[in-house]
């Protein structure tokens, strides 16, 4: 089965950046689609970037555009999360999540996340 695991993350301080890496892997499959997301904890998961199969992106998140940047590498199987000029209200566990096709069957897999905590 696919697995998903996120890297990249870490403590900065404010107007710092961070590179975020999410890695696809497992037997034979499709990276189809997929995005990255954030929570903080007591509130809800919210989508911070997703990127097309084809490599087209959408940032749902006002309070990034301008500083985030969603990218991937399909001979890598890897999506980046570019974080730019980060703020402390920046500061969650940022985690990836695949749409993959694994011969007949379609399906999501979330990584387990990575901590990203931005100093003032």
């Known amino acids: 089965q696919v697995q998903v695991v996120e890297s990249g993350g870490g403590l900065v301080q404010a107007g710092g950046s961070l590179r975020l890496s999410c890695v696809a892997s497992?037997?034979?499959?499709?990276?189809?689609?997929a995005g990255w997301y954030r929570q903080v904890p007591g509130n809800l998961r919210e989508s911070v970037a997703m990127i097309s199969t084809e490599g087209s992106t959408n940032v749902f998140l006002d309070s990034v555009k301008g500083r985030f940047t969603i990218s991937r590498d399909n001979a890598k199987n890897t999506v980046y999360l570019q974080m730019n000029n980060l703020r402390p209200e920046d500061t969650a566990v940022y985690y990836c999540n695949v749409d993959v096709t694994e011969g007949r069957l379609r399906r999501t897999v979330w990584g387990r996340g990575t901590q990203v905590t931005v100093s003032s």
């Open positions: 497992g037997s034979t499959f499709r990276l189809n689609a």
